[in-house]
């Protein structure tokens, strides 16, 4: 951890560029993962000469300030959104310190990202398929067209109801033994 007087200047930038607002704003990001990657946050002084110290990055977000940021977790997510990095750097600091229902100033409960969401994607592309995960961040695939490509996720497509356009979508991406046994299974009575 770095100087305590050092970080102030950080956490006071990052503080400064949220309350402004505007084109401000787009400082975030970079200011964010500074202040994440030298922990700034947990220790600094104020311009009044305070010292501050922080356990965790939630309860720095919530309180006012000089001694936070004076903002909401969900409001420091939407503003680094689009910034792969900065977004891991929040998902990986608010995932490591867990839960706390004892902050105060209605701090956002961290969710552990799994599932479809982008951000879940991102983070298992970038653990086990590097290099789909750097045609992803150049916006030359989906992050979900990497997944169903590194078999993380099955392909999946839409059928419409009518029989015709079913039969056409179905023939299209299923096996001939794929469909031999869609037709067993619906001409099967009872439950499949």
Do not use: C
Not at 15 to 37: D, M
Not at 49 to 75: I, N, Y
Not at 127 to 150: T, Y
């Amino acid at each position: 951890m770095s100087d305590p007087k050092a970080n102030a200047v950080l956490v006071d930038a990052l503080g400064s560029a949220l309350q402004r607002g505007g084109h401000a704003l787009g400082t975030v990001p970079e200011l964010l993962k500074r202040v994440l990657a030298e922990e700034s946050w947990r220790k600094f002084v104020t311009k009044r000469g305070e010292e501050v110290s922080h356990e965790r990055f939630a309860e720095f977000v919530v309180t006012p300030p000089l001694r936070g940021l004076g903002a909401t977790v969900d409001l420091v997510k939407r503003v680094v959104a689009g910034d792969p990095e900065a977004e891991k750097a929040l998902r990986d600091v608010l995932k490591d310190q867990g839960h706390r229902s004892d902050i105060r100033n209605n701090v956002t409960e961290v969710e552990v990202v799994t599932g479809n969401a982008r951000a879940y994607a991102l983070d298992r592309l970038a653990r086990e398929a590097p290099e789909l995960h750097a045609q992803v961040l150049a916006g030359k695939m989906s992050a979900h067209a990497a997944m169903v490509k590194a078999g993380f996720r099955p392909r999946t497509f839409t059928v419409r109801p009518e029989p015709k356009s079913a039969a056409r979508t179905l023939r299209k991406y299923m096996t001939a033994d794929q469909l031999a046994e869609l037709v067993r299974l619906l001409t099967q009575e009872g439950d499949i």
